[in-house]
């Protein structure tokens, strides 16, 4: 009994959920519709109490660090403080964002925080691109060009200084790139089929863990 | 109306002999057999044929001379499923006008959307390849296969890592359990675990996705076991940092600067963080390999990393590194349907050709198999 | 020669960092105003607005939210701009609840360079729940959508809505979007139903997947990202943060086409440089060690 | 002005300072910047899943619509939470295999649709036409993207040995998403460069005499702080680098040697 709920309940969930959900995208009966729309609820629920594993983790591991006072172990209260008193100003504004303290803390500073962080790809595209763009070889040659050429027919000034960039740029992204990523696609597709088949019918299976 | 979710209902009728564009057809609708009528269209006699519709010939009659509507629900016409209507067609030359019957239609779901049969057919096709060719690698295990450079690269990262007694980090990407990468990014994960175990490397996994880290650490839990190093296993070499994306990257680039590791593994599906991560990465001077099918983000791995899977690659690398015949054939299976992908461009290519040049609508039939109804 | 080839090659990542900031922050202090070509699409918006006579009614849909900031805001400054040069009668709102400060501090503080009064010349109808149900309910009765405006004044009180009590008697609606709801369900849900004439504005992302609406006239015009900003202020002869931008996007982008090109230009007199050929076994291996520039504590090798 | 939106453009032009610093290194600024962030992300993150998932789906269809069904999804959640339990752990298996199952399963027809048909769809294109040029842009086009497409195909390829005519198919191949690389690459840099104009933006903007001056007084702030820590590391480093050479280089490139 153990064994069928140990190995075989997971691989036939697994089986039966597969295929309703393949047959799904063919069926228009609003039957089949609601049920997309409802399974994707479910998945927030269970997300919603996943969550709980996750923040148990986190608070472990800086409380790990706390307790050993590791070098740095200030920062890891940081987290906690940061995290209660959210939690704590969330609630007090009952969830609401507009005019509250909730909306505050996220136009103040998960907003700053996160375009900050976004923005450090600005600089980061640069040093990257220095460092990458060397004609070390012909592809890497045929790489540098093409990003190049991209570069310079984005920007008024390119295009001003050579009317053609535009143009040409737009070729380069709708033709020989969008052949390449055509080809990548097709391929990805293949592989992600193959992959979905072997879940389906439990011969992947090590996403369960274990093999009792 | 076929191939609907219901609440629409398709009306046909054949063309009067008579048209031409100074007629115009008027298509009326009613909630009773008496009426009233209200008018719902007026087009041209010339136009809304039904071989105008853009529907495959294997679900559709494509005949000429036949007029088709469709009359769908909108915010002031709500059709309901299984009641009927009543339509009446008049064809109006602006003067005089001529009534065709009334006739009374129920709108109904449907089981079955028969435009996409050519995507169930494929799907078919594909699966019963991929199981063919398993069950053939099963007998005949030593099929060749081509090297892929970053996977040789895993064993070399590993073992620098070990020389220099610092951890290895591996991301499973941004994607939640349901996602095909996240799965191949967790199969690669139990055989990086493998030789972790093996070494005594440390291995540091951040997550995002609390179910993703669960299921990871019963993966290295088990390569542990495997290995023969289940006192070597760690519960918190998986742990969970925070699901909003840039807080995850940017403690994760703190990990990279602190705890230096050597090598950095990138698996799975990403988005903007994929160059955050990746080239500060660079910057630790870690070995850098990357597998991701998210084609938007690839040349950012290119660029930063030693080695990157590319797409497919990434669903290939558990075959290659665990060479279980299982796998190995799953890839057979794939090559074999990437084969008759090309062949049917090469062929559907030149049909296209002959039929542009030659103005014959002989290939159309052909053509649409390889096209995407909705 | 090939000593300072080697050193700038392991040119230290913070000086390109250094360079992209000054690159960026000079042009907006200082904007210069590169000539740009002003696109046809851009172009419609601008004559649509320039053909409207004053006193018509315009109503702007700040529909986006600080994220989108950078390439949206400098578009509502533009148009606002335009709108209350021709003197027409500006209302404007969101359907985007996090979108709402930001769009009274923009409406508000354009309407007061060129001295309009709230309520008189120009409304900001604020925030209402609701998505694209919002417009629906507009369309037929713009006060039962907004009982009352942002600031708590009756909207059928207010002189600038005289004579408005739908979308119908709206002129033009332009809708400036960073997703749903955006342009689409302004098209979707108000100008099919209630016929004036819509144009939009989006970011660069969504821009591309506008075009087709653009094609067949569900918009008569589209304002795609930041360079549509910069466009339309060269249209309306401002020079503003849109050209600002687009100043700082060119000077960014040569900087960084600059040192590849110096670069691979010392990479080639560099020692030890050999062009490698086709190598299958690594096709796509782009950094080896010596590439590697020293990241920040190993600074000094 | 209020004053919470003083405090708020303080602190807001603080952070992004914090953040930028970490182009320089890392340094405590950073590092508080980022474990703040990731402590009010996940308060932000518990906040919202407890109103918009645990109250907005779960609670409030189940007690106030009756809903029933929707405890199913509560206790596949609850299953999750045996691995707190490691005896019972395995439970967690069947939420797994139902999040894993439904993922494959609606993977599969959707690749089809988007990944296969309608590239294959784009892709077969005629090759001449029928008016009087015969060969022009478009059909040139239709033929390059048709190249790249096989070529890359051929690329991807991995039962079959890389030579002959497939090699030089493959490498075709490779020249083509090296092209695509390099375009995408480029095509990127005006989005990413934008965001750092933003951020500028506000930087300016938050420097005005309105907020008075706080992205100034916190730059100068934040330079200050960089360059006593700077020199506090180097005292402490100074005291510890004869007993520790530091010798991370050149051992790696020994080892790199074999790459």
Known sequence: MTLFLRRTLPLLLTFLFGVAFAAQYYIPHPVSEGALTEISVWLRIILGFAMILGIASLCQVHYAKIRTRVAGWGYSLVVYLSMLITVAVGFWAGGQETGTGLGWVYTYTLLALQGTMFSLLGFFVASAAFRAFRARSKEATVLLVAAILMMFGRVPLGEYLVPAAGPLAGWLLNVLSLAARRGILIGISLGGIATSIKIIFGIERSYLGGRE | MPGDSGGSVGLSWRAAPFNGPALRYQVFFGEQERGPYTQLAEFPANSHYKSDADRPWWSWDRTKNVHFYQVKSTRTLNLVNGRPYFFKVALTDGTQSLEGPVRSAVPEPNLFNWNKANNLLLMIVFSTLVLISISQAKRRPNIFLRRIPGLDAVEEAIGRATEMGRPILYLTGSDDMSSLSTIAATVILGQVAKRTAALDTQLKVPHRDPIVMAVCQEIVKESYLEAGRPDAYREDSNFFITSDQFSYTAAVDGIMLRERPAANFFMGFYYAEALLLAETGAGTGAIQIAGTDADLQLPFFITTCDYTLIGEELYAASAYLSREPVLVGTLRGQDQGKAFLLISMVIGTILATIGAFTGTQAFVPVLQLFRDFK | ?301 | MATSVLIGAWVAAGLTLFMFSFLYKDNPFFRFGEHLYVGVSMGYTIVRIHYDVMMKSLYGPVAQEGKWWLLVPALLGLLVLTRFVPKVSWLSRISFAVIVGFGSGVAIPRIISSNILQQVQGTLKPLLNAGSSRFGMAELNALLILTGVLTVLVYFFFSIEHKGAIKIAARIGVYFLMVYFGAAFGYTVMARMSLVIGRFDDLILFASRDYAYASLVLLILVTLGLLLWERGRRRAEAVLRPREPRRGTSQREGVRRTA
């Not at chain 3, 979108?99 to 008189?120: D, H």
Request: charged share 20%; with cysteine; hydrophobic share 45%.
């Open chain 3, 1 to 301: 020669m090939r000593e300072l080839a080697g050193k700038l090659l392991r040119l230290d990542r913070r000086a390109i960092f250094v360079l992209i900031a000054l690159a960026t922050l000079i042009p907006l202090l200082y904007p210069v105003g590169l000539p740009i070509r002003v696109s046809p699409e851009v172009k419609r918006v601008f004559d649509h607005i320039e053909s409207l006579p004053a006193g018509s009614v315009f109503l702007l849909s700040l529909d986006f939210d600080p994220a989108s900031k950078p390439e949206l805001y400098p578009m509502a400054v533009a148009l606002l701009n335009h709108a209350f040069r021709r003197d027409l009668r500006v209302v404007t709102m969101t359907l985007w609840v996090t979108g709402t400060g930001m769009a009274e501090k923009v409406v508000s503080g354009v309407a007061s360079e060129y001295g309009k009064r709230r309520g008189l010349d120009y409304a900001f109808l604020g925030y209402s729940p609701g998505g694209a149900n919002v417009i629906i309910n507009m369309g037929q009765d713009l006060n039962a959508a907004f009982p009352a405006d942002h600031y708590g004044e009756r909207t059928a009180d207010l002189p600038v809505l005289r004579g408005v009590r739908s979308l119908r008697q709206v002129n033009y609606v332009v809708s400036l979007a960073a997703g749903t709801p955006g342009v689409e369900s302004w098209y979707v849900y108000g100008k099919e139903k209630y016929g004036f004439e819509l144009g939009g504005g989006v970011t660069a992302v969504i821009a591309p997947g506008l075009y087709p609406f653009l094609d067949t006239g569900q918009i008569n015009g589209l304002i795609g990202g930041l360079r549509g900003a910069a466009e339309y202020e060269i249209l309306i002869g401002m020079k503003g943060k849109g050209m600002a931008g687009m100043d700082a996007q060119s000077a960014t982008h040569f900087i960084i086409i600059g040192l590849i090109l110096l670069c691979n230009l010392f990479y080639v007199l560099a020692p030890g440089t050999v062009v490698r050929s086709f190598d299958p076994s690594a096709p796509l291996r782009t950094g080896s060690a010596q590439d590697r520039t020293g990241s920040p504590q190993e600074g000094q090798r």
